[in-house]
């Protein structure tokens, strides 16, 4: 499947006329029975964390209950689906991830859903940086050691398998740096973390807010984060740019996403419960900032803002698919 940037940005950004009275009548009585989330991965990991966060503001918000569905598999390929497949009525929400929304057009040579037509944004949610865990019989403090050590032997890097963010991440840093490093892959940032500690790899590319715990516990060490300034949570970290990997980014990011042709008129309410619910002090926000994540910026929580976004890190994720050898060209 080939996409266009054009008809990408397009399709994200389109919220679609409404024609129908039934339908626009349907739209102004919006919500009137319970909303469901699909989350397109496990329950415990960052867009599971961020969906429930979501949920709660959506039934504060709405007064409707709303129930959280997770539906793992291919790289949030099964819930994307599902989604995409559902009725455009604002019944059924998918938080929307690098995984099924920038990655997968470009690692997976076939896709039942297309994430450039399927879907249409709402908002961003919350951000989490990547960062370099390294273990503590590597030796290694900063970048400048990384780089020297891969010139004496290769170092072994994991991520949360091939084709996830974090290996996507890895490769452009690969590309940044110079640095001889080997992929390790694996399946959750969460299997990888024991081998890390005890020293079976070197280290990692993995997310901030996953490897923070084990920084602050100095069972390993946090070398460098990929974002543009330093965490509140551990100000002692740098950032990659800061050791010289200027203006390198990655980051795995969370967002709201409907059916395509969902009516405007529902979009701009949800994204509303977005905006006014991750308002800067407000209990949400703060639940994200003390997981690792940052909360997305004004413009972000936008339907134009996400869209925007995610085109950005769609074509990060075609050079960095391409610099990995993986699916289409």
């Known amino acids: 499947m080939t996409v266009s940037r054009r008809t990408f940005v397009m399709s994200l950004a389109a919220m679609g006329a409404v024609g129908l009275p039934s339908v626009r009548a349907a739209a102004q009585a919006y919500p009137d029975k319970p909303i469901r989330v699909v989350v397109p991965f496990a329950a415990g990991g960052n867009a599971d964390i961020n969906g429930r966060i979501f949920a709660d503001l959506v039934f504060k918000a709405l007064g409707q209950p709303v129930v959280v569905?997770?539906?793992?598999?291919?790289?949030?390929?099964?819930?994307?689906?599902?989604?995409?497949?559902?009725?455009?009525?604002?019944?059924?929400?998918?938080?929307?991830?690098?995984?099924?929304?920038?990655?997968?057009?470009?690692?997976?040579?076939?896709?039942s859903y297309d994430p450039a037509n399927d879907f249409a944004a709402v908002g961003m949610l919350s951000y989490t940086p990547h960062g370099l865990l390294m273990a503590?019989?590597?030796?290694?403090?900063?970048?400048?050691?990384?780089?020297?050590?891969?010139?004496?032997?290769?170092?072994?890097?994991?991520?949360?398998?091939?084709?996830?963010?974090?290996?996507?991440?890895?490769?452009?840093?690969?590309?940044?740096?110079g640095a001889n490093l080997t992929h390790v892959p694996y399946k959750s940032s969460g299997v990888l973390l024991p081998d890390v500690i005890a020293g079976?790899?070197?280290?990692?590319?993995?997310?901030?807010?996953?490897?923070?715990?084990?920084?602050?516990?100095?069972?390993?060490?946090?070398?460098?984060?990929?974002?543009?300034?330093?965490?509140?949570?551990?100000?002692?970290?740098?950032?990659?740019?800061?050791?010289?990997?200027?203006?390198?980014?990655?980051?795995?990011?969370?967002?709201?996403?409907?059916?395509?042709?969902?009516?405007?008129?529902i979009i701009a309410k949800l994204q509303a419960v977005i905006a006014d619910g991750l308002k800067p002090g407000s209990p949400a926000a703060e639940?994200?900032?003390?997981?690792?994540?940052?909360?997305?910026?004004?413009?972000?929580?936008?339907?134009?803002?996400?869209?925007?976004?995610?085109?950005?890190?769609?074509?990060?994720?075609?050079?960095?698919?391409?610099?990995?050898?993986?699916?289409?060209?």
């Open 136 to 177: 503590n019989k590597s030796g290694v403090k900063n970048l400048a050691d990384l780089v020297a050590l891969s010139k004496t032997r290769p170092v072994t890097l994991a991520t949360s398998g091939v084709g996830s963010a974090t290996h996507m991440t890895l490769e452009r840093f690969k590309q940044a740096t």
């Open 200 to 265: 079976n790899i070197d280290g990692a590319m993995t997310e901030f807010a996953t490897s923070l715990e084990q920084h602050k516990g100095n069972s390993a060490r946090i070398i460098g984060i990929a974002a543009a300034n330093r965490s509140k949570l551990a100000p002692d970290i740098a950032t990659l740019d800061e050791q010289g990997a200027k203006g390198f980014i990655g980051q795995s990011f969370v967002g709201v996403v409907v059916p395509v042709k969902t009516p405007p008129e």
């Open 69 to 111: 569905e997770n539906k793992a598999g291919a790289g949030g390929g099964v819930g994307a689906e599902f989604a995409a497949r559902a009725a455009p009525d604002g019944y059924t929400l998918l938080i929307g991830s690098n995984g099924p929304l920038t990655v997968n057009p470009f690692v997976n040579t076939s896709m």
């Open 287 to 329: 639940k994200f900032i003390s997981t690792g994540s940052e909360v997305a910026s004004p413009e972000q929580m936008t339907s134009a803002g996400f869209a925007a976004f995610i085109k950005r890190d769609y074509e990060d994720m075609r050079e960095a698919a391409r610099l990995a050898g993986l699916g289409k060209k």
